[in-house]
């Protein structure tokens, strides 16, 4: 049996003047980017420097909105109803569109951010905005959800093509939920820990949650931040672990129908 699995990163997060990660290093080792989309990070000179990038280095570009909130980072909750869910959204990804088109590149998928993620993926109101707004922007387009989530049960209910997320260097809680950043446990750091997790994810659908109790997991894409130091260390030892493990990577678009 064939195991795929793609390697995603968010990147061109910076604002203006403003620098965030390692965008050019880190898209070297990945097979898909979450491109921000100027609400929480981003602008478009940014947008279209790394679509031009992303072309040059033959991966797949994905929009990535968020909640409007640059100074925190789009990691702050808002009170959103969801129409603006719905409409925030598509404004976003069809700003990142008119990037994509102009260098006769394929949008991927979509990803929402921060605050915009944790609270879409199961608040069933939110989701199912999100959802009506894929349907009608572009049914191709593949949406990139966490893992077990409400909106990718939904999603492909509906026969949407989803992506099922899981985060090397992130710890879960037992809803399956992400562990806050704020407390223990949040954070993955030694690549010594993270490849044999991801490969139990990917082989065996299962993931020891925050209380040490084992929960299935369906890992479609590797979530990889590449804004620390050691982060192209970190995802280049995992990818180099799971090619180890005749696990093969590819982008999304090659495997979810």
Same mark, same amino acid.
Request: hydrophobic residues 40%.
């Given at each position: 049996?064939?195991?795929? !699995? ?11 003047? @403003? ?17 921000? =989309? ?9 947008? #279209?420097?790394? !679509? ?8 797949? /570009?994905?929009?990535?909105?968020? @909640? ?18 719905? =409409? ?16 006769? /590149? ?14 879409? =993926? ?52 037992? #809803? ?11 954070? /993955? ?33 590797? =979530? /990889? ?33």
């Amino acid at each position: 049996m064939t195991f795929y !699995v793609d390697l995603n990163s968010d990147i061109g997060e910076g604002f203006g003047a @403003y620098k965030m990660g390692m965008d050019e290093e880190i898209i070297k080792h990945v097979t898909s980017i979450n491109l921000a =989309c100027g609400w929480h990070a981003g602008d478009p000179l940014i947008m #279209d420097k790394t !679509v031009k990038m992303a072309k040059e280095q033959g991966v797949m /570009v994905g929009a990535h909105p968020g @909640y409007p909130d640059l100074l925190g980072f789009g990691r702050r909750n808002l009170s959103v109803t969801p129409e603006e869910a719905r =409409c925030y959204m598509m404004y976003q990804t069809g700003a990142l569109m008119a990037f994509t088109k102009a260098y006769g /590149v394929k949008l991927q998928h979509m990803k929402l951010h921060g605050g915009f993620y944790n609270t879409a =993926c199961n608040d069933e109101g939110l989701a199912n905005a999100v959802l009506d707004g894929m349907e009608a922007l572009d049914k191709d387009v593949i949406l990139m959800v966490l893992s077990g989530s409400y909106i990718a049960k939904e999603g492909k209910r509906r026969g949407l093509r989803i992506s099922e997320e899981v985060f090397a260097d992130r710890g879960y809680n037992p #809803d399956k939920t992400l562990v806050n950043r704020s407390l223990p446990g949040a954070f /993955v750091t030694d690549p010594a820990e993270a490849i044999p997790r991801v490969i139990k994810m990917i082989k065996e659908g299962k993931v020891v949650a925050s209380n040490g109790e084992e929960m299935d997991i369906k890992a479609d894409s590797i =979530c /990889v931040h590449g804004d620390n130091p050691k982060a192209i260390e970190f995802v280049s030892e995992i990818k180099k672990g799971l090619i180890e493990a005749g696990i093969e990577i590819a982008p999304i678009d090659k495997f979810i129908k």
